[in-house]
């Protein structure tokens, strides 16, 4: 369900704020000492008293007793703490060394997540177990027992609920005093409203800002309602229904960015600006992308986005220029920084597919793109669709050739059933190093094909480049998949 989908996301999110008020809170200090939040991770500077570790104990403890009772242990959050034994390991390269160790206590932590909690309580969750036997678990989180009212569990009803509001917030109020269950900590307001909380996308003098990504397309204004899934597939022109996609992707070696990127010019003020900036890129400009172009405002449907990654959803066409849109603005925020890559996927569906089966495909196709390797070299910075991987580059150029097929088509200078055979070649030339025949006479094959079938010497040659190796006729795939989906749309 996207709502859920869109409401998990806020909640780690507001989780993450709410946590890190929590521990400022409890050691006295002002919230400027909250260095960064984003992406479900804060970063906190308090002081190293000699009550210090019996207060992180204290408070790992009441996390870990929160997160299982409140989520049955599907989230949890770790405390780590890093000491700073003189202020110069604050500045140059001696914060990038404090930063590597941060990392390594983090990755200890998680090695130890919930000892505390199930030390204090014990390691047998018994507050759901009658009401397990009764209802069963709920359909959604499969982890929680179902209600009778509903059949969903209380706290997937509650998600359902926020993930409606988010597309209307106009106020995020938050209570992070005591740690209570998250829809009494957290207030989302749609009308209006005189008290203190974070405005959304809207300054008002005095109050704080944010700016949530979640944007999806209306029927005529807020008050008609969001358009279905069924309807974004439509095409805007001629309403036919089309195939829908999602789009996946994150900024690669994040944690490696913030250290090398910065070197000896490390210190805190710039790793907070840094981390501001993805949030903001990832969040305001997002929305402001979407908002200032007509089709991607009457078409994409933000999941989610912030931190450094981001979920959306629309008509396949729409999204593989999107995904190209957005890598060419994240090369703009970066001033082109070659250190700053990103990697994505891309996965067609009917819009009946509900959206966790989309998603889940979504999360393979991007993580065939983090391991996308050059010359035994993983690399990532590429994107998949299609079944294909490749750098960002290619995919402009693939998108550019699909284009050229589906003009070639429309002036019958090639059958539909020539370019589909493309994708056939292209999955024998992926095969080729497997022995068979037929998959190693792949190029000659290929040659003849486009000889027999295509009309004129120089749409002959423009195809012909594609036997050119093997690397080349993978790619093809894409191109000629673009084309067929294209000519599809249009006989729907």
């Given amino acids: 369900n996207a709502k859920l989908l869109r409401a998990r996301s806020?909640?780690?999110?507001?989780?993450?704020?709410?946590?890190?008020?929590?521990?400022?809170?409890?050691?006295?200090?002002?919230?400027?000492?909250?260095?960064?939040?984003?992406?479900?991770?804060?970063?906190?500077?308090?002081?190293?008293?000699?009550?210090?570790?019996?207060?992180?104990e204290a408070i790992q403890t009441e996390?870990?007793?929160?997160?299982?009772?409140?989520?049955s242990a599907r989230l949890s959050c770790i405390v780590s703490s890093t000491p700073i034994k003189n202020p110069s390991d604050l500045i140059q390269t001696n914060g990038v060394q404090l930063q590597f160790r941060m990392q390594n206590h983090?990755?200890?932590?998680?090695?130890?997540?919930?000892?505390?909690?199930?030390?204090?309580?014990?390691?047998?969750?018994?507050?759901?177990?009658?009401?397990?036997?009764?209802?069963?678990?709920?359909?959604?989180?499969?982890?929680?027992?179902?209600?009778?009212?509903?059949?969903?569990?209380?706290?997937?009803?509650?998600?359902?609920?926020?993930?409606?509001?988010?597309?209307?917030?106009?106020?995020?109020?938050?209570k992070a005093d005591t740690l209570q269950p998250f829809g009494k900590m957290v207030r989302i307001v749609s009308?209006?409203?005189?008290?203190?909380?974070?405005?959304?996308?809207?300054?008002?003098?005095?109050?704080?800002?944010?700016?949530?990504?979640?944007?999806?397309?209306?029927?005529?204004?807020?008050?008609?309602?969001?358009?279905?899934?069924?309807?974004?597939?439509?095409?805007?022109?001629t309403r036919a229904s089309k195939k829908l996609a999602m789009f996946k992707a994150g900024i690669d070696n994040l944690g490696l960015l913030f250290g090398s990127s910065l070197g000896d010019r490390w210190s805190l003020s710039r790793y907070a600006d840094l981390s501001y900036q993805f949030q903001q890129f990832f969040s305001a400009f997002l929305a402001q992308m979407i908002a200032e172009n007509e089709t991607y405002q009457k078409s994409i449907y933000v999941v989610f986005s912030g931190g450094d990654d981001?979920?959306?959803?629309?008509?396949?066409?729409?999204?593989?220029?999107?995904?190209?849109?957005?890598?060419?603005?994240?090369?703009?925020?970066?001033?082109?920084?070659?250190?700053?890559?990103?990697?994505?996927?891309?996965?067609?569906?009917?819009?009946?597919?509900?959206?966790?089966?989309?998603?889940?495909?979504?999360?393979?196709?991007?993580?065939?793109?983090k391991h996308r390797a050059e010359r035994g070299v993983t690399v990532k910075d590429g994107i998949t669709v299609f079944g294909v991987t490749q750098s960002w580059p290619d995919y402009a150029q693939a998108i550019e050739d699909g284009k050229q097929m589906l003009q070639y088509i429309r002036k019958k200078a090639v059958t539909k059933a020539a370019v589909y055979?493309?994708?056939?070649?292209?999955?024998?030339?992926?095969?080729?190093?497997?022995?068979?025949?037929?998959?190693?006479?792949?190029?000659?094959?290929?040659?003849?094909?486009?000889?027999?079938n295509i009309k004129g010497n120089e749409t002959k040659l423009w195809f012909a480049r594609f036997a050119a190796s093997p690397a080349a006729m993978i790619k093809a795939r894409v191109s000629s998949s673009y084309a067929l989906y294209k000519v599809r749309d249009r006989n729907m």
């Fill in 63 to 71: 996390l870990d007793s929160y997160m299982l009772k409140e989520f």
């Fill in 421 to 452: 055979q493309i994708i056939d070649f292209s999955h024998r030339a992926e095969r080729v190093g497997s022995g068979n025949l037929r998959d190693l006479l792949w190029a000659s094959n290929y040659t003849y094909q486009i000889n027999r």
């Fill in 310 to 369: 981001l979920c959306i959803l629309g008509p396949w066409d729409v999204v593989m220029e999107f995904a190209l849109d957005f890598r060419k603005q994240l090369d703009k925020f970066t001033n082109n920084n070659k250190a700053v890559t990103l990697s994505g996927g891309i996965v067609l569906a009917s819009s009946t597919l509900p959206v966790r089966n989309l998603a889940a495909m979504a999360e393979e196709t991007l993580d065939a793109s």
């Fill in 106 to 174: 983090d990755a200890l932590q998680k090695m130890k997540k919930f000892q505390h909690g199930l030390h204090a309580y014990g390691h047998v969750l018994e507050q759901n177990y009658i009401a397990l036997q009764k209802y069963g678990s709920c359909p959604l989180c499969e982890v929680n027992p179902a209600t009778e009212s509903s059949g969903h569990c209380k706290s997937c009803d509650d998600m359902l609920g926020i993930g409606s509001s988010l597309m209307k917030a106009k106020r995020i109020l938050l």
């Fill in 10 to 56: 806020f909640q780690v999110w507001a989780l993450s704020l709410a946590f890190a008020r929590h521990l400022v809170a409890r050691f006295n200090v002002s919230e400027a000492n909250i260095i960064t939040f984003a992406g479900g991770r804060f970063l906190l500077l308090l002081p190293n008293s000699q009550s210090y570790e019996a207060i992180v």
């Fill in 191 to 237: 009308g209006e409203f005189n008290g203190y909380g974070y405005t959304n996308r809207v300054y008002e003098p005095g109050l704080p800002m944010i700016s949530l990504p979640y944007l999806a397309p209306f029927r005529g204004d807020e008050e008609s309602g969001l358009l279905t899934f069924e309807e974004i597939a439509q095409d805007l022109g």
